[in-house]
């Protein structure tokens, strides 16, 4: 299984990205997907999760701001990121609870994408 990121880039505090995340393979299933990200010198931390109903679930940092969103026909996760600010500033990495036809569930992750908001 890989999970290959896309989106990443450099903007002005108030812009706007959207990141993509596309898991492929030899997949049965997939259960959640998410977002993650770390800043440096900080802890990776939970960004947004949505599960494979539909329902969604956002650090309080980014409530308001973020849409996690996905399209389980094509094995793909987005977020839409409005109004970034500064300290949104990190690697962002998706992640993927998934089966195979040779594995159980487990967790997959993406290779990262760098998202750099300036002020």
């Known amino acids: 299984v890989q999970l290959q990121a896309s989106g990443g880039g450099s903007v002005h505090a108030g812009g706007s990205l959207k990141l993509s995340c596309v898991a492929s393979?030899?997949?049965?299933?997939?259960?959640?997907m998410g977002w993650y990200r770390q800043a440096p010198g900080k802890q990776r931390e939970l960004v947004a999760v949505?599960?494979?109903?539909?329902?969604?679930n956002y650090a309080d940092s980014v409530k308001g701001r973020f849409t996690i969103s996905r399209d389980n026909a094509a094995n793909t996760v987005y977020l839409q990121m409005n109004s970034l600010k500064p300290e949104d500033t990190g690697v962002y990495y998706c992640?993927?609870?998934?089966?195979?036809?040779?594995?159980?569930?487990?967790?997959?992750w993406g290779q990262g994408t760098q998202v750099t908001v300036s002020s």
């Open positions: 992640n993927a609870r998934i089966i195979t036809l040779l594995r159980d569930w487990m967790d997959y």
């Open positions: 393979g030899s997949i049965i299933g997939i259960k959640n």
């Open positions: 949505i599960i494979s109903g539909g329902g969604t």
